[in-house]
């Protein structure tokens, strides 16, 4: 059992310690927001998370897992591997990088706390990077420490996280693998001790010689998911320009091993808190070393362009404009299974649809409260027979699971035109349009299909 801190409680930060807490290690999380901490104190987990109250609730009574106002107060005792997991958002400055204020500012509490703790003084301590940031930030951090402490007390490595908003635990206890990287021997092997339950069940663990490689992979693999999303956009429209079916190209290309099934999904494009920020960075990080990633540059803009296509999509089903039209949609999280609102694609789609008079009411199960505070004029609708109901058109923007068993045979008849744009591909042609609705989906070619003639 290894003696772990967090710093900052938040969705990495919180499933982090959870689940380490749930592998055996005694673990404390801190986090600025003394908000937050009163509430997870209070036994209240304050983001959404599949099974995460219960995973926190019962490592909480078993004496695991325990929360912190103060950093210096959760490593009194010693922590062996201190976890900064803090946020590291788009600077403000327009340069597109990360900003590390609150990743500079977690190491200067670390090296605070871990060079008064009263612990014995040769006590050594690994502060893991866990936040995504750019190549080189894990050297910096290790330079602010060593301002504080001698270096024989501690290390620093990077130990980027790929879980998904959704199904982090999930993600977090059966990773595809855990990138750990470090100039120092020592810090990988507690890391490797660390991570021992996950290896056991043949988890890989991929060491890297060096901090920046394992900085880059996260960036790396963020950047090439957010391509095979964009590129699968974009042929979704080439199939609905050209009579094909996108669903069943994606099969036809996913069956190649070298491409793999998974992110070939069309869908109203790419967004969340990290592909838009990491893709940014990564582009500022590849100028600053004068090695630049022009496909990244043009995904972005790809995906850009993709959204504000799905609004020319929405607004031509609508007869070319939605000035005075009511629109129901459904799902407004950037993916299902989150309350994140982070650069949800529905912040630009309905943004734009209520900027061009569209009157839009939506319903979504968990992220209604975010979306509303970020789109005002938006209506909610407490359920998804409200937001269809009087509308010229339901929109279905997030793949909620509740969307695929829609009963459009009770909600068909209060709208004021049965029409369903269902920009995820979650329902079904075939029964949709035999349950009374004009169905329109993304690159499928619905007119073409054999099975509309005998559905009419
Ligand atoms: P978050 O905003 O949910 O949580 C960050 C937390 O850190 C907040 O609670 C904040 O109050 C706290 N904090 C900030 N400065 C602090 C300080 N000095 N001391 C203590 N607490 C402090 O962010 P997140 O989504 O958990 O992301 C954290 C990092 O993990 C980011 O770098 C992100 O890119 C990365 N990441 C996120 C995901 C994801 O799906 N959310 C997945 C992989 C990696």
Known sequence: MLRVGVIGAGYVGLVTGACLSELGHQVICVDS??????RLKAGEVPIYEPDLEELVAANVSRGQLSFAADLGEATAGGVDLLFVAVGTPTDDNGSGGANLAYVYAAAEAAAHAIANAPSAPDAFTVVVIKSTVPAGTSRKVTAILGRSLPAERFAVASNPEFLREGSAIKDFMEPDRIVVGSHSERARQLLEELYLPLTRKGHPLVATSTAETAELIKYAANAFLATKVTFINELARLCEAAGADIEELAVGVGLDDRIGPKFLTPGPGFGGSCFPKDLIALIKTANDFGSPVEIVETVIRAND??????????????????????????????????DDMRNAPALTIVGQLISEGAEVRAYDPVAAGQAKELLPDLLLAETIEEAACGADAVVILTEWSAFRGIDWTKLAPTMRRPLLIDLRNVCEPKDVIRQGMEYVALGRPIAELPYRAAAE
Do not use: P
């Not at 927001?33 to 009163?38: E, G, H, L, N, Y």
């Not at 404009?321 to 407004?332: D, M, N």
């Open 33 to 38: 927001d003394q908000v937050k901490i009163a």
């Open 305 to 338: 362009r993709h959204k504000q296509l799905m609004v020319r999509k929405i607004r031509n089903e609508l007869g070319g404009a939605v000035s005075g039209r009511r629109i129901g949609v459904l799902g407004l999280a950037f993916k299902a299974n989150t």
